[in-house]
């Protein structure tokens, strides 16, 4: 029986792996809802107490996605992530949401963002 729940998982998480698409910073508003990969270069970071904002595809206000990091997440990653990640170019996976007309994607770890050069 244990044998069966364990191939099971694997399969769920194969197939929750493999669903995750690639899509350009340009499209990020028609993929509401749907958990993906996107690379852009970052515009700009900042910090709060509560959380970290950073602005793919433009510059705030016209950031065609933000990253959000809560700060409780913030001892996930090995350096304050409004540093770490500014001016890269990053590719970020999560799902998107759309939080007051702006597009999002809330990351807890650094497994979710990596720097592409």
């Known amino acids: 029986m244990k044998k069966i729940k ?5 399969i769920l998480c194969v197939n929750a792996v493999s669903a995750q698409i690639k899509i350009s910073i340009e499209d990020v508003s028609k993929h509401i809802g749907d958990s993906v990969t996107v690379c852009s270069q970052v515009f700009g970071t900042k910090a709060t107490e509560k959380i970290t904002y950073i ?45 007051k007309g702006k597009i999002e994607i809330i990351v807890t770890k650094p497994e979710d963002i990596s720097i592409s050069e």
Not at 6 to 10: A, E, K
Not at 65 to 70: A, G, K, P, Q, Y
């Open 6 to 10: 364990l191939v099971l998982f694997i």
């Open 55 to 99: 602005n793919l595809g433009a510059a705030y206000p016209a950031s065609l996605l933000t990253i959000i990091i809560f700060a409780k997440d913030n001892a996930n990653f090995k350096d304050a992530p409004s540093s770490l990640y500014s001016n890269k170019k990053l590719c970020v996976t999560g799902t998107i949401k759309d939080y």
